[in-house]
């Protein structure tokens, strides 16, 4: 069985910072890619970020410049520094995983901007 555990979330003020960080366990022989979403009540999941076993990431608009993915496929880690953040960042966010045993999801860690 595996299993992502993500941790780092809390309560910021407009402008601050978290980081955001997603453990994962169990019998993962290999790692494609590794993604963060996120998801506000009565709202889809929207993706936020991508990062490849090749080290390549990707990310949705509003992240640009303020949000950095990165992933340690050894280590099964991975993690979300975001900055300047702002209210509308509020939400659950979720890391996910595509392995051998397909894509693996966390339970979601809450972000609140205050403003």
């Known amino acids: 069985q595996v299993q992502l555990v993500e941790s780092g979330g809390g309560l910021v003020h407009s402008g601050g910072s978290l980081r955001l960080s997603c453990a994962a366990s169990?019998?993962?022989?290999?790692?494609?890619?590794m993604h963060w979403y996120r998801q506000t009540p009565g709202k889809q999941r929207d993706w936020v970020a991508t990062?490849?076993?090749?080290?390549?990431?990707n990310y949705v608009d509003s992240a640009k410049g303020r949000f950095t993915i990165s992933g340690d496929t050894g280590k099964r880690m991975v993690y979300l520094e975001m900055n300047n953040l702002k209210p509308e960042d509020t939400a659950i966010y979720y890391c996910?995983?595509?392995?051998?045993?397909?894509?693996?999801w966390g339970q979601g860690t809450q972000v609140t901007v205050s403003s």
């Open positions: 996910a995983i595509d392995t051998n045993l397909g894509r693996v």
């Open positions: 169990g019998r993962i022989s290999s790692i494609y890619g």
């Open positions: 990062v490849t076993s090749g080290g390549s990431t």
